[in-house]
């Protein structure tokens, strides 16, 4: 991917967009079964490992390594010759880039991504509920934080029989989208702490974690 473009998308992830007022939401029987089994889901969901894509608005695409460990920890590592790496953990988001030797970070709890990686994830109080969306075989959570809705959205992407997930985008205000789907997932294992680590120079070493 170009530089321009990989430096023009991140920050989709990160940044704080603007939201006009809608509707509330309302779910129906149907639907409060669907979230209670995803929130079940989500809840086991401890530990993840996986190839992923990324789509950027402009249709660029990259790929990668992503590693989670909820609550509150997660690394995109980009495949050559992208120089980005993101690293989540102790309470910020840490993004980094090698070439230019740049490093910037903004709190967990500002982006989207929080939701996702919650000790417990909740579809009420402090997150709001946007939509649910049926496709054959697949079924559509899209949330944002109740609280800070400026921050930006989330929608989730899962598979159905048996519950998976599969992909999430984070939109902003003027609905453009970025997309990151999963591949080859692993769930379960235990991975390296230093994986995590923002407080440590970035490396490309040691990144196979375990799983």
Do not use: C
Not at 150 to 167: I, M, N
Not at 190 to 204: C, G, N, W
Request: no cysteine; net charge neutral.
């Amino acid at each position: 991917m170009k530089r321009r473009t990989m430096l023009s998308v991140l920050p989709l992830l990160l940044a704080p967009a603007a939201f006009a007022a809608e509707p509330r939401f309302v779910p129906t029987e149907r639907d409060r079964a669907d979230l209670a089994r995803i929130e079940t889901y989500l809840d086991g969901l401890r530990t993840l490992k996986a190839r992923f894509l990324q789509i950027a608005p402009d249709g660029a695409a990259s790929g990668g390594t992503v590693w989670m460990e909820r609550p509150g920890r997660m690394r995109f590592q980009y495949d050559p010759p992208s120089p980005i790496l993101l690293v989540a953990g102790h309470g910020v988001v840490m993004f980094h880039d090698r070439q230019l030797d740049q490093t910037s970070n903004v709190l967990i709890s500002q982006t989207p991504l929080g939701i996702l990686l919650a000790d417990k994830i909740t579809f009420s109080g402090e997150v709001e509920l946007l939509s649910i969306q049926r496709l054959p075989g697949e079924i559509l959570v899209s949330l944002r934080r109740a609280a800070s809705p400026g921050d930006g959205s989330l929608t989730l992407t899962f598979v159905d029989a048996p519950l998976a997930l599969r992909q999430w985008s984070v939109q902003d205000s003027q609905r453009q989208e970025t997309r990151v789907t999963l591949f080859n997932v692993e769930l379960g294992g235990k991975f390296d702490e230093k994986l995590f680590d923002v407080a440590l120079p970035p490396s490309t070493g040691g990144t196979n974690g375990g799983g």
